[in-house]
């Protein structure tokens, strides 16, 4: 089992930057490594992906976000990143942190793990 915990949420004005990071906790070692990943709901639309990383490092990010995002890990310890550079109001969504064995099914948005999410707000 895995519990996923985000920080670095928070208001910013566009052209800004914002660093999310999620940190992992396993309570069974069942398993060493997952798959990762940022996803993003904004108000009445539906939950996207934004990027995700495999354990050997290998990412994949929507195009909305392609050239602005960079997804990282740190995989000593257990914790995800998404560096957003030039933020849009666009951007503006509950951000969450996923993890899931399998790449694609992270990607599909079908991930075993998920945290509570951090808000980022960015104004024009």
């Known amino acids: 089992q895995v519990q996923l915990v985000e920080s670095g949420g928070g208001s910013v004005q566009a052209g800004g930057s914002l660093r999310l990071s999620c940190a992992g906790f396993k309570y069974s070692y069942s398993r060493s490594s997952y798959c990762m990943g940022w996803f993003r709901q904004a108000p009445g639309k539906e939950r996207e992906g934004v990027a995700v990383i495999d354990d050997d490092g290998r990412t994949t990010y929507a195009d909305s976000v392609k050239g602005r995002f960079t997804v990282s890990r740190d995989s000593a310890k257990n914790t995800l990143y998404l560096q957003m550079n030039s933020l849009q109001s666009e951007d503006t969504a509950m951000y969450y942190c996923?993890?899931?064995?399998?790449?694609?099914?992270?990607?599909?948005?079908?991930?075993?793990?998920w945290g509570q999410g951090t808000q980022v707000t960015v104004s024009s």
């Open positions: 996923a993890a899931d064995p399998l790449l694609q099914r992270l990607w599909n948005g079908l991930a075993r793990y």
